[in-house]
């Protein structure tokens, strides 16, 4: 799993090719945090994802009649 925090650049410039020169604030906000999960260990889970979601290339990497 994978502690996420979305963050907000507001930047203040004139130009587009100033842009990496230009002032900006960073704001945070802790309501906006969230956990997710980015790769199940479990093979049975997989393979279960793999078949109820609609994404034929996955299913193959993970088919248990092979």
Known sequence: ??????????????DVINLPYSTFRTYVFRETEFIAV???QNEKVVWLLCV???INSLKKLFDPVR
């Open 1 to 14: 799993m994978q502690k996420y925090q979305p963050r907000f650049h507001l930047v203040r410039a004139s």
């Open 38 to 40: 980015t790769a199940y």
């Open 52 to 54: 109820v979601l609609p």
